[in-house]
């Protein structure tokens, strides 16, 4: 568990506020003196009239070790639970548990401290609703804890999401010089435990909208970046927006730069698959890992690295502009009188039509002047018939092929429909020829998005 994060947020600012609560102890007048308030925000800082009570507070405050401070503030606010020191008392106490907590090798007692850490911060926002340093950490720890597999996962989500809104509406009222050092780090903490409820409720549009900005202030952190790539495209099975495929590469190829060592393997096969799905193909995939391992933010050029898969009538043009419409088997001529234009189609059928053919093909259904066939292997394979092949005299009974069979035969291409394709061949002839193996439709790279 990351527990580093926390400690420039709480850990420096925590120690300088303690420190600025200890020295109204020297020349203290018989009633007190006023010690300084939490958030540094008060115009008029609270006085502790009660020696005892201030006694007590100087004496917690000024120990020297996480744990002689805990046991301090713990019997002080036991003691003095209405005190005007309260909340510095809760938010001092909240950062020394916080401290031991980075400072504990054994994950059972880290854990117990990271809980009283945070049993102490909602006290304190109990106390006071706009205390960021207490809202950064529950946000924090609770979508850690519930990303690490905590049973209580989705409570411990929704808590985080409702004490990071309740940052980010905070946020514009601090006013207290350290916490304006740290405050885009918190932007952070509070966007990113927003955003990762919002993946867990399938609110794609509010998850990316909080946790964008987080990963790209910090493209290092695994736990936000590749949440982020889901969110942009959860089930690449389904088509999704241009953008948000690009995006969703992006990110995933970024998370398998910044994974645990034991993950990255996997979620780079991830992340080539997803490039493979909307762009058709793996050329240029190690150019966009490249890019991405060296990178951190999205580059504005996304479009430019990421081209979407060719259209059909684009990969038809294509297969016009490699071959000649004589050579290609049928499965490609089929393909192009689907999906390619007019001209495209145009280029083809003037190319074939009327002129004798020998093919291979699957008996669908007979009668003995007509023949239903399947000549491509996607149709094959479906039973359907893609050639109507008729015969000008009867085919003798003992030469009808059965239903099933394969067989070598002879037409003359004259005319089709494309939706759905059936290509009518007159001057049907039966071979006995044996001819290659049926014509495997042309591949079609379907477009991943709309």
């Given at each position: ?77 036991t ?52 205390n ?17 597999g ?33 405050k ?63 995006n ?6 970024r ?33 966009v890992?490249?890019?991405?391992k ?11 690295l990421i ?63 007509q ?27 003992r ?20 939706n ?31």
């Amino acid at each position: 568990m990351k527990t580093v994060l926390l400690t420039v947020v709480l850990g420096v600012a925590v120690q300088a506020m303690a420190q600025g609560a200890a020295q109204p102890a020297q020349g203290q007048p018989a009633q007190g003196q006023a010690a300084q308030p939490a958030q540094g925000q008060q115009s008029q800082a609270p006085v502790i009239k009660d020696p005892a009570e201030y006694n007590a507070y100087v004496s917690a405050v000024q120990q020297k070790d996480n744990a002689g401070k805990i046991s301090g503030l713990e019997a002080f606010l036991t003691q003095y639970p209405n005190s005007v020191m309260k909340n510095q008392a809760l938010e001092i106490l909240m950062g020394a548990y916080q401290q031991q907590a980075n400072s504990t090798a054994d994950p059972t007692q880290r854990r117990a401290l990271i809980q009283k850490t945070m049993d102490t911060a909602a006290k304190l926002v109990t106390a006071d609703a706009c205390n960021v340093r207490a809202l950064a950490l529950l946000a924090y720890f609770d979508r850690v804890l519930a990303q690490g597999g905590d049973p209580n996962a989705k409570q411990l989500l929704a808590d985080g999401k409702k004490y990071g809104q309740q940052g980010l509406d905070c946020l514009p009222k601090v006013t207290d010089q350290e916490l304006l050092k740290n405050k885009a780090q918190m932007e952070g903490i509070f966007n990113s435990a927003i955003g990762i409820d919002d993946l867990q409720e399938k609110d794609y549009a509010g998850a990316i909208q909080h946790l964008k900005p987080a990963a790209d202030a910090n493209p290092n952190d695994f736990s936000v970046v590749y949440p982020l790539a889901l969110a942009y495209w959860p089930d690449p099975k389904t088509p999704t927006t241009p953008d948000n495929a690009m995006n969703a590469i992006w990110y995933a190829a970024r998370a398998s730069a910044v994974a645990p060592p034991q993950s990255q393997a996997a979620l780079e096969k991830y992340a080539r698959s997803i490039y493979v799905r909307y762009h058709g193909g793996d050329d240029g995939w190690p150019d966009v890992l490249a890019k991405a391992k060296a990178g951190t933010a999205a580059p504005p050029d996304l479009a430019t690295l990421i081209k979407p898969a060719p259209t059909p009538a684009e990969q038809a043009h294509n297969m016009i502009m490699a071959t000649a419409p004589d050579k290609m088997d049928f499965a490609t001529w089929e393909f192009i009188l689907t999906n390619g234009s007019q001209a495209d189609q145009d280029t083809v059928w003037n190319a074939i039509k009327g002129k004798a053919v020998q093919m291979n093909g699957t008996v669908i259904s007979t009668t003995p002047t007509q023949f239903m066939i399947a000549g491509s292997s996607d149709d094959i394979d479906a039973k359907k018939a893609d050639i109507t092949l008729n015969f000008e005299e009867k085919v003798p009974v003992r030469l009808i092929p059965k239903d099933g069979a394969s067989f070598d035969f002879q037409g003359e291409p004259a005319s089709y429909t494309s939706n759905p394709f059936m290509m009518v061949m007159d001057k049907g002839q039966l071979l006995r020829v044996k001819s290659e193996a049926p014509a495997k439709k042309a591949p079609v790279h379907h477009k991943a998005v709309q």
